[in-house]
């Protein structure tokens, strides 16, 4: 007999629930890292089959991950404004030659996955930051073909977002009350391969 939280509509419920919760939760917007770390504590617990109950463990992984996720707030706001001027640089200055390319596709990967893992760790590890850290960039060059499908993923996904942002902001606001939860569980379908084989071999 099939598991409860092995339902794929209950799984679809609980990540829309994990996604509005999300949306509320960052409002304030410098609460946007606790809340990602949050999300990501209970989507992983998600796709490892396991039974949530949604707004109780979603304000458990906030605070529980608080500190860490208000540094990766700092982080991620960072991150953007690097990913934005690399952009705007190669757009302007129409750097449109391979090389270029070549150089903002490996920025653009290196920024979104190094968020990615980060959040990732944070919400299914308990660990100091500088270990956190450490795992970050160990642990993307060891996965590295999982880490190039985890930015395929994040780059399509969060491209479908900024598109409806783009039609108009009502459509993106939509959006960020669905949207944002489905690419977290996408990579967590990945990193849960990630985390199996760390924890086979410790």
């Avoid at 490892?48 to 707030?73: D, L, R």
């Avoid at 903002?104 to 959040?119: E, K």
């Avoid at 985890?150 to 949207?179: C, D, P, S, T």
């Avoid at 379908?189 to 985390?195: G, M, N, P």
């Amino acid at each position: 007999m099939k598991h409860e939280a092995d339902k794929p509509l209950l799984k679809v419920i609980n990540v829309l629930g994990i996604n509005i919760l999300w949306f509320f939760f960052s409002l304030p917007v410098i609460t946007i890292g606790p809340a990602t770390c949050a999300a990501f504590y209970l989507i992983i617990k998600i796709c490892n089959n396991k039974e949530v109950s949604t707004f109780k463990m979603f304000v458990k992984g906030f605070k529980e991950n608080f500190k860490q996720g208000m540094i990766m707030t700092l982080i991620t706001a960072v991150s953007g404004v690097i990913l934005w001027g690399v952009w705007y640089l190669i757009r302007e200055n129409e750097w449109y030659n391979i090389f270029a390319l070549g150089v903002a596709l490996v920025i653009f990967m290196t920024v979104i996955n190094s968020n990615v893992f980060f959040y990732a760790f944070i919400g299914r590890y308990e660990n100091t930051f500088i270990n956190i850290f450490k795992n970050v960039i160990v642990r993307q060059l060891q996965f590295f073909k999982f880490a190039v499908i985890i930015f395929l993923i994040v780059a399509v996904e969060g491209g479908i977002l900024l598109y409806l942002f783009y039609l108009n902001i009502i459509g993106g606001v939509l959006g960020l009350l669905i949207w944002p939860g489905f690419i977290v569980y996408s990579v967590c379908l990945v990193t849960k391969e990630i985390f199996r084989q760390i924890e086979e071999n410790q």
